[in-house]
């Protein structure tokens, strides 16, 4: 179905928030930003995702990266495309490649907004699993694309043993060319190869986020090791490169759509499993320091058990945190279409601490008037 012949549009006039209604901008077109996040920048609500377009192909990038602006977060002015795909020779973004989950931050150091994406190469399906950095002078863009990358090529992660410093044996090399690992999970997953595998060429990076700290510093989480385990990792101080410092994180968890928010003195990530565009259960986890140590808690969703079990029809994408409101974040998501990606639906919730634990609970319907202002 097309988003024009929708039936359930949700004019922005209404100031609600209505999760898995077709969102319209202020002009009554609905907002085209999926796998989003959203940066706040001197006053303004910058919400970048993936444009997708009707039928199977819009699971790839024909468009580009779409921004939409805003002050109260639910009349959105459409400002047009932030990066666009680029057809010229040699361009790493040509129309058919596979870009998702953008993600932007504000570097006051060198006074550039920084996007960071997931980018697969046209034609290679999901086997090129790199990281990809735009950069703007204005939030709305445009944004030039800078490079790609698998990050941190030849270095180790800190948080393994010095006997795991190693490259694969010829072995391991056999005994791994076996297992023929795709991208889901399966229990004999190898806990300990992948990474070595990829030491030389750099590490898988497949679904992402980044996460800025109140410190300045900023960290890409990506699903690494064919998925299987997520990578924690230190930006330089342009916010354009992998410093090498980074760490490993539930090994043989299958951790995808990261999405993190720091509160009450703790790291909180919000995950999915890991079945492709169909929705599963989320995961919560948490960590004093990102560095870790980081403990699963289990699903943060509360409700019936239909809802709950697939993070209502949802994947996260991004934690936003409200300016000017205590304690008060967003949980953004995405209810998929794939056969007609232009018809996701995007799934934005309130977080509710419960016991000292951040959960997500269903709304038809819902304001900021949730939060009180500081
Ligand atoms: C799940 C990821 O979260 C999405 O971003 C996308 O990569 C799909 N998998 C592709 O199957």
């Not at 400002?79 to 953008?102: F, K, M, N, Q, Y």
């Not at 180790?156 to 410093?165: C, K, V």
Request: glycine share 10%; charged share 20%; hydrophobic share 35%.
């Amino acid at each position: 179905m097309d988003h024009s012949e929708s039936s359930e549009k949700f004019p922005s006039s209404a100031a609600m928030i209505r999760p898995g209604e077709t969102w319209c901008d202020i002009h009554g077109t609905p907002i085209n930003a999926h796998g989003g996040g959203v940066l706040f920048h001197e006053g303004i609500y910058w919400w970048f995702g993936e444009h997708k377009i009707a039928g199977e192909e819009g699971n790839r990038a024909h468009v580009g990266v779409h921004v939409y602006a805003s002050e109260n977060l639910t009349d959105w002015r459409d400002e047009g495309i932030a990066l666009a795909v680029d057809d010229s020779p040699g361009s790493e973004i040509p129309s058919g490649c596979v870009l998702e989950r953008p993600k932007v931050i504000y570097n006051p150091r060198t006074g550039k907004f920084v996007m960071w994406f997931h980018l697969e190469p046209k034609g290679a399906g999901y086997e090129g699993a790199r990281s990809a950095v735009a950069v703007a002078d204005e939030p709305a863009g445009p944004y030039h694309f800078l490079h790609s990358l698998r990050p941190n090529a030849g270095i180790w992660p800190e948080n393994i043993p010095d006997q795991q410093r190693c490259l694969l044996t010829g072995e391991e090399q056999e005994g791994l060319a076996a297992l023929g690992l795709g991208g889901a999970p399966f229990p004999w997953y190898p806990k300990e190869i992948c990474y070595r595998r990829d030491f030389e060429g750099g590490q898988m990076a497949r679904d992402m986020t980044i996460f800025l700290d109140d410190d300045g510093l900023a960290y890409q989480l990506y699903a690494s090791e064919n998925n299987g385990t997520l990578h924690i990792s230190l930006l330089d101080e342009t916010f354009t490169h992998p410093t090498g410092r980074y760490i490993r994180v539930f090994p043989g968890r299958f951790h995808e759509a990261p999405a993190v928010m720091k509160w009450a003195g703790r790291y909180w990530l919000f995950s999915s499993d890991c079945t492709g565009w169909s929705p599963n259960t989320a995961r919560l986890s948490s960590a004093p320091s990102i560095w870790g140590p980081w403990e699963e808690h289990g699903n943060p969703c509360l409700g019936p058990g239909a809802q709950i079990v697939n993070c209502f029809e949802a994947q996260p994408t991004f934690i936003l945190p409200i300016h000017g409101r205590k304690d008060a974040f967003i949980f953004m998501a995405d209810r998929w279409r794939p056969r007609n990606p232009i018809d996701g639906r995007h799934i934005w919730l309130p977080i509710e601490f419960r016991h000292g634990v951040p959960t997500i609970s269903w709304h038809d319907s819902w304001d900021l008037s949730c939060w009180v202002e500081e």
